[in-house]
Nanobody, 123 residues
Framework: QVELVESGGGLVQAGGSLRLACSASGSSFISYVVAWFRQAPGKEREFVAGISWSGSITYYADSVKGRFTISRDNAENTGYLQMTNLHPEDTAIYYC????????????????WGQGTQVTVSS
């Protein structure tokens, strides 16, 4: 079992940047792949980015490719999502997720979730 806690959300102007963190505890962090999802009001939760256990393979939704960067520091048991050139449509609650099987772009592939952190981008 692994417990996940997100942090780093907030209010930012369009074109600005935020760095989200996903702190893990309770299990061996290196055994888990890490993914970020987001959910805007009235919309389904959608895949944003994912990273392999080694950090050598990354995945991005087309909507964020070139603007967001996912990374992890296994020694710190922390995953990160660096968000740049933010758009108002990026406004959502961002969730960190983990599993031991591999990165997938579907919500149901993950058993472990954080509580979410709100990102609001003003126009």
């Amino acid at each position: 079992q692994v417990e996940l806690v997100e942090s780093g959300g907030g209010l930012v102007q369009a074109g600005g940047s935020l760095r989200l963190a996903c702190s893990a505890s309770g299990s061996s962090f290196i055994s888990y792949v890490v993914a970020w999802f987001r959910q805007a009001p009235g919309k389904e939760r959608e895949f944003v980015a994912g990273i392999s256990w080694s950090g050598s393979i990354t995945y991005y939704a087309d909507s964020v490719k070139g603007r967001f960067t996912i990374s992890r520091d296994n020694a710190e048991n922390t995953g990160y999502l660096q968000m740049t050139n933010l758009h108002p449509e990026d406004t959502a609650i961002y969730y960190c997720a983990a599993n031991t099987r591999g990165v997938k772009r579907i919500v149901g592939s993950y058993e472990h979730w954080g509580q979410g952190t709100q990102v609001t981008v003003s126009s």
